[in-house]
Structure formats: structure tokens, C-alpha cells
Nanobody, 121 residues
Framework: QVQLVESGGGLVQAGGSLRLSCAASGSIISVSTMGWFRQTPGKQRELVATIISSGSANYADSVKGRFTISRDNAKNTVYLQMNSLKPEDTAVYYC???????????????WGQGTQVTVSS
């Protein structure tokens, strides 16, 4: 079994910073793409940022210049440093990791449980 555990969410004032972490554990052989998504009530889950194994990253336009995604391949962990937070960043943030596990021939997508980020004005 594979488990993704997120941490780092919380309440912060506008202009503040938070750092999210997402660690995968289990019978993992390799990790491909890692990413962060977010969702607000009544809306579809949207991409925030992704990072491939080489370290190349992609960001939603709304967070470019404010958020930074990074990864630690040895720890199967992905991070999201969020600076200059705005009230519109308020959402539940979900991490995603594409994992190759023992006994499988393919990478499958796994999701974290979600962590609430609330930015007050």
C-alpha cells in the first residue's frame, strides 16, 4: 500500500507565507511527476504546479512568481513554498504523485488527503 501524507496548511494573513509538504511511503520503486492542485467548494480541482523528475517545473499563471515547487527524490517528497499569499489562494490543497510500486509495470497517480489553506484579508 502507498500513502501520501500532507502537512503545512493553516491560516495566514494576506501577504504571508506557508510551506506545504507531501511525503509518499510504501513499496515505491520510482516517482515520476509530482504536483499540487487546489479546490474550492463548487469548483473543479485546478492545477497549481507540477515538477518532473529532472526538476523542471510548471505553474498556473495565478501563482507564477509567488509559489515555488520543489522535490526531494530520496525522500519521495514534494514541497510547495507559497509566498505573498492572497485571499483567493484559499482552498484545499492536494498533492499528486505518479508512482511505480513493487509488483507493477506502470506508474499510477496517487493523491494526498488534502490540507486546508486559508488566507485572511
Amino acid at each position: 500500500q502507498v500513502q501520501l501524507v500532507e502537512s503545512g496548511g493553516g491560516l495566514v494573513q494576506a501577504g504571508g507565507s506557508l510551506r506545504l509538504s507531501c511525503a509518499a511511503s510504501g513499496s515505491i520503486i520510482s516517482v515520476s511527476t509530482m504536483g499540487w492542485f487546489r479546490q474550492t467548494p463548487g469548483k473543479q480541482r485546478e492545477l497549481v504546479a507540477t515538477i518532473i523528475s529532472s526538476g523542471s517545473a510548471n505553474y498556473a499563471d495565478s501563482v507564477k512568481g509567488r509559489f515555488t515547487i520543489s522535490r526531494d527524490n530520496a525522500k519521495n517528497t514534494v514541497y510547495l513554498q507559497m509566498n505573498s499569499l492572497k485571499p483567493e489562494d484559499t482552498a484545499v490543497y492536494y498533492c499528486k504523485q505518479d508512482l511505480l510500486v513493487i509488483g507493477s509495470s506502470f506508474y499510477y497517480t496517487h493523491w494526498g488527503q488534502g490540507t486546508q489553506v486559508t488566507v485572511s484579508s
